[in-house]
């Protein structure tokens, strides 16, 4: 059945988001999600047999879809999509996303740091690109609008008293590299004749928190959804070499553990991998790592307004025919589910008690992480390898590579700088 319009995709997930969180945080009216084994991963038949393959695990199961097919039918009657092609691809995307979940749980896959959306992504790209997705699955990818409602849910965990733990020095530093490295992104992406576009979304997603970063930009300057796919998976990608080598390289080079953890935090752009590779660091780095992310992360809202004041005035510039970039035009460009983001984070981190905010925020992230299983293999289903390397020559790549290079170079300096010489334990 089709329905006209009613609200935008930003809107939709703003609501659905804001729902979600207020849902978890105050009331009980949320299913169990299902368990995939001991937190250290399955090893075999034994757990599997008495944890995951139970009836009540089943039952799990089945309550957690039924309440994300809710959701995501209410979003999709609120946006006046089809309903009829969601109902019938959602549980196909639901199961292959829990496959995906099951993977990345076992012990193998834990001891490699690899994070679940990464295998949604592989299981997405297996069909796509060897198997070919058929047109009715196709037809229900909405992987956007989930990846929206997961980044709106994302800043009930953003605590500012979590990031206040690394005091001026992390934010400092948050600043600092995001600033620079953005600009040599963007400027190293134009000077390879990469659009301006494409170049936006390359430069935020290495600078500041990756993935979240890139979907906040293409949601900024109305960006392809083509352009945002790349850049996704190019992230993912490069992700996984630097979270296995980087604290080889920190040891290697005998850096203090406060070093190697804001290093890590501040160049690798996923926040499951920055856990994985300060893990592999050990506990001091792990806990600088954590909170330098989670200072970037926090800069997203931020990030997001000034990148649609420049692309506002950029297009204005450009195009005679173009709106002029008033106050009602920024507002128009400026992604909505950020608002989602911006608000969650505000009331977890002043209006909420330290101790029922921390609660909240745990069951809070993982259910955003769902919805990011459910976008990512949505991704996946949407990307050609054959569209990858096509792409502008390969260069989007190289300019994302060198970007990338930059970003580890100036970050270990800044690192150094400020938690090697300048900070002193209880600064």
């Known amino acids: 059945m089709q329905i006209r319009k009613k609200l935008s995709e930003d809107w939709a997930s703003f609501v659905i988001g804001l729902a979600l969180i207020l849902i978890t945080a105050a009331t009980t009216f949320f299913p169990e999600l299902p368990r995939f084994g001991p937190k250290s991963g399955w090893t075999g038949w034994t757990v599997l047999s008495t944890e995951v393959f139970t009836t009540g695990n089943s039952f799990r199961l089945l309550m957690t879809f039924l309440y994300f097919l809710l959701f995501a039918t209410i979003g999709s009657w609120l946006m006046g999509k089809n309903l009829k092609a969601l109902l019938i691809s959602f549980p196909v995307i639901f199961i292959l996303s829990m496959l995906a979940q099951f993977i990345a749980s076992s012990g193998s896959m834990k001891n490699l740091g690899l994070e679940t959306v990464l295998f949604s992504m592989l299981i997405g790209l297996f069909i796509s690109n060897v198997l070919r997705a058929p047109g009715w699955l196709k037809d229900g990818i909405q992987s956007e609008f ?95 070499p630097m979270m296995i080598f980087m604290p080889l390289l920190a040891q290697w080079m005998n850096l203090p553990d406060e070093v190697t953890g804001a290093w890590l935090g501040g160049t690798i752009d996923t926040t499951g991998a920055v856990v994985a590779s300060g893990t592999i660091a050990g506990e001091t ?143």
């Not at 994302?154 to 400092?172: D, N, Q, R, Y």
Request: aromatic share 14%.
């Open 285 to 427: 780095a792990l806990k600088f790592s954590t909170i330098i992310k989670f200072s970037q992360n926090v800069l997203l809202g931020v990030a997001a307004f000034l990148i649609s004041l420049f692309w506002s005035y950029r297009k204005a510039g450009r195009a005679a025919d173009s709106k002029k970039p008033t106050l009602r035009v920024i507002w128009e460009r400026f992604p909505k589910f950020v608002l989602g983001f911006i608000l969650a984070s505000l009331v977890f981190s002043f209006f909420v008690a330290p101790d029922a905010a921390k609660t909240a925020g745990a069951t809070i992230k993982s259910y955003h992480s769902l919805w990011f299983n459910l976008a990512f293999f949505c991704i996946g289903l949407e990307t050609r390898f054959k569209d990858l390397v096509k792409l502008d020559g390969g260069r989007p790549l190289y300019a994302f590579l060198l970007a990338q290079a930059f970003n580890i170079v100036v970050t270990l300096v800044i690192a150094y700088l400020l938690f090697g010489i300048l900070w002193t334990p209880g600064t």
């Open 146 to 240: 989930y990846i929206k409602i997961g980044l709106v849910m994302l800043g009930a965990t953003i605590l500012f008293s979590e990031i206040m733990k690394a005091g001026f020095f992390g934010m400092l530093q948050a600043v600092l590299v995001v600033s620079s490295v953005w600009y040599f992104a963007f400027w190293i992406a134009r000077k390879l004749k990469v659009d301006d576009e494409l170049a936006l979304m390359i430069a935020s997603a290495v600078s500041i928190c990756g993935v979240s970063a890139a979907i906040a930009t293409a949601g900024a300057i109305k960006g392809d959804s083509k352009k945002l796919s790349y850049v996704i998976s190019v992230v993912l990608i490069v992700a996984i």
